[in-house]
């Protein structure tokens, strides 16, 4: 877990292979080592008791230095936190409890036997799964990306090395110029992860081919989606294969300085990041002419006022700047005029997170997974009225129904499913009879529930799409910046409508206006969250307008009412 | 307002099917203004910044085949870009804009002009007669010229609103006051006596500061 022993600043391509294969020697593959979660779920159920528990248990044993015991990211599977993974063998135990930990050392670590109480067994069969990729949740990921989270402490760069990290940033810089780099993420049409989809490697031609002297490349962290954590989990878990995308990034772009905006109520993640950056500073992956390349390259941290807003690309490039974070209109792209007018290439953490896998593999490896138009695996956070919440990687294609259901587990008390909403709050649902769709940027999207940043809240047969929708309108009623009149105001009385119809007020023509609202609030707002907020009203509106016409007509019935 | 142009960069944009003189780095609603064709604003001042905020100044803006909707205060003009400042489009986001705002300043005689236009009901929507319409003609001017920034906003989304800010406007506002007459509602002057007389107390007898 410390760095002690080596000595750091890499200088070249070579040294690094070196040191890698140094850290790899003093690895040995047999040996014990416990990953137990310390993702924002299994926090909350305390997890970090039991990384204690195991730090006194390995002491009283005197295993010290015969076991290696991790504090890790989210393994995923929040809906059984607290997790613990123990390797080589990869048991996984779910629930545990503190008071599990002795027997877990004793039995599993010392002589691996499996504790029978702690693994998983299927609440419909009972059926158990004693190791984690035999468990259903796990058994139809696609773990590109996560994949290497139990065996990495955020914290330790050499936990990040030893799983072949910072090897793309030293082939990039070494046996590929900055054209080159661009052209491996053009051919592997990596889409932007945060919602808009938009191909990464146009955005990074523009900003490298726009004029000006300064360039600069961000990593959005702001994942102010409802329902989204997947990027928390990625970015706390493993911070330097993001970190490693965005060098990458800045030199196919030709930028000197990055940006991480984050958030300000994420402490953990902003450590990690923290630790990851003067790490890989230590260690001559940031800095002056990295691996002696001549490339030089700085990162610095940017944290959020705490508004939805502020995550849209304008609003947070003015943040950046120390303005208050205020959309501004992009007639121009902001990888053209961005940061202080300046070339600027956002995306989000975890398009960046597929840099690194792309250069390493190539684009060929990268585009065998996927769909024609959305290639890859994606991330995505579950929740709502879905038996296995959590943060899940499936390759694009999956069908949605395989996502609720094989993974996510299904519904839970036996209920049936009504809709599925993509996007959160500027996103939209589609209704259960169309779960057969992809997931796919394109499909989804024609739709009217475009995948946004991955968020998948369930709702079962008793949730009402009105409240949904006003829950939705209520959020970024509060979260809009409130600068132009047709978001704002058109929040506000979009807002009020739905209030008045849930409690029972709802007149004939809401509906007509509702939707008068909606196009115009969508037509004529400055930014993307204003000319979205409307969108989970215009899909349930779609897809469930008897649910409107039913409130409305309860308000004018009592009886009507008294019976629901 | 537009400067002296450069024959390099001229070129020819048409607007409501009428051919208009334009230069590079003007935006639509100077180039219309410059062939005296209207169109409404509300947040524009000349002498500041356009903000882009009340969004009546929408017009249809088609260039290459293409159809949008832009801001003309904040769109610049290009070569061979189509402008349209009604239609069928326009008129309704104007429409509804004006009946959003006409929801907090119901006697704004500005608004009740445009609403006149473009057909707006005064009372479509439930009165909050708050009086500001967050225009930030105020907050923008008192920045930008003045730079003084006795006035801004605070809060976000629908709890945003315009502040003096007490410290700065003890001793700025007094002598200045030119932002009262930006102000499309009348709002202003009540905000800043309010804020005088929390303040200034003992100075602020309403006479001298409704002066």
Known sequence: MSNKKILPKINSASELDQLRKRILSKKDPDKPSIAICAGMGCLSHDSDRIIKAFEEEIGKKKLKGKVDLRATGCHGFCEKGPLVVIHPEEICYVEVMPEDV????????????????????????????????????????????????????????????????????????????????????????????????????????????????DKYVIVNAHEGELGAFMDRALFTGNPHSVLEGLIIGGYAVGSKQGFIYTRHDAPRLKKNIDTAIAQA??????????????????VEVHLDIGI????????????????????????????????????????????????????????EWYTQVGTENSKGTKLVSLSGNIVNTGVAEVPFGTKVKEIIYSIGGGIPKGKKLKAVHFGGPMGGSIPAGLIDTPLDFDELAKLGAPIGAGSILVLDEDAS????????????????????????????????????????KGREGDIALLEEIAEVTGAASLCALGKTAADPLKSTLHYFRDEYEAKIAEGKSPVAKRER | MMGKEKKTHDFIIQIDGKDVKATEGMTVLEAARSADIFIPTICYHEKLKP??????????????????????CLYPVEKDLIVRTRSEKVDKIRKLILE??????????????????????KDRFEKESSFCILCGLCVRYCAEIKQKNAVGFVDCGARREIRFIPEIAATECINCKECFELCPTSYLQAAFVLTEAFSHPQDSSPTESMK
């Open chain 1, 308 to 363: 939805f807003v502020s995550g849209e690309s304008s609003a947070l490039m003015r943040a950046i700047e120390g303005n208050p974070p205020e959309p501004r209109p992009k007639y121009i792209r902001t990888s053209v005029k961005g940061i202080w007018d300046s070339p600027s290439v956002l995306n989000n953490v975890e398009t960046w997170a597929n840099v690194p896998l792309i250069i390493d593999k190539g684009s």
């Open chain 2, 100 to 121: 959003f705002l006409l929801a907090h300043a119901p006697n704004s005689p500005q608004l009740l002009d445009l609403a006149e236009e473009y057909g707006a009901g």
């Open chain 1, 102 to 213: 002795p027997e877990i050392v004793s039995q599993t670590v010392l002589k691996n036997n499996v504790i029978d109480r702690l693994v998983y067994a299927d609440p419909d069969t009972g059926e158990q799964a004693v190791h984690q990729s035999e468990i259903p949740f796990y058994k139809d990921q696609m773990r590109h990306l996560m994949g290497s989270i139990t065996k990495i402490d955020p914290r330790s760069i050499e936990d990040y090395l030893a799983a072949g990290g910072y090897s793309a940033l030293s082939k990039s810089l070494s046996e590929m110029c900055p054209e080159e780099v661009l052209e491996e993420i053009k051919k592997a049409t990596l889409r932007g992860r945060g919602g808009g989809g938009f191909p990464a490697g146009r955005k990074w031609e523009t900003a490298r081919i726009a004029p000006g002297k």
């Open chain 1, 281 to 298: 500073e230590e260690f001559g992956f940031l800095g002056k002419d990295i691996l002696g390349s001549g490339f030089s390259f700085h």
């Open chain 2, 51 to 72: 903000y882009g905020l009340c969004r009546i100044c929408t017009v249809e803006a088609e260039f290459r085949g293409w159809t949008k909707l832009v801001a003309a």
């Open chain 1, 465 to 504: 799409m009105v409240d949904v929708t006003r829950y939705f309108l209520d959020f970024l009623s509060n979260e809009s910046c409130g600068k132009c009149v047709p978001c704002r105001e058109g929040i506000r009385q979009m807002l009020k409508i739905l209030n008045n119809m849930i409690d029972g």
